[in-house]
């Protein structure tokens, strides 16, 4: 898979810093960075990160995550299509 990009999405329902406090947040870099995506040859261009997401999750949330999700795919993967 060497040579290939990719971004990594988490979605958590906690707050991001309740899940650094507790070291969490490292051991999920540590395997999805490393173990998952690094080891096979991916280069991690971006990570998307989602957090306090409890159901319902309110609509004008999920417009802007939907949002962010497809700036980064246009910022990313459409360099020098258009």
């Not at 290939?4 to 810093?17: D, K, M, N, S």
């Not at 409890?54 to 004008?60: A, C, G, N, S, Y």
């Not at 962010?68 to 299509?81: D, I, M, S, W």
Request: charged share 25%; aromatic share 6%.
């Amino acid at each position: 898979m060497g040579g290939r990009g990719c971004v990594p999405i988490t979605l958590l329902g906690a707050a991001l810093q309740t899940v650094v406090n507790h070291g969490e947040w490292q051991a999920v870099k540590m395997l999805q960075d490393t173990h998952i995506f690094r080891s096979p040859g991916f280069a991690l261009l971006e990570r998307l990160h989602f957090d306090e997401l409890e159901r319902p999750v309110p609509d004008e949330v999920v417009r802007r995550d939907q949002a962010r999700v497809r700036a980064c795919a246009r910022r990313l993967f459409t360099a020098g299509t258009g």
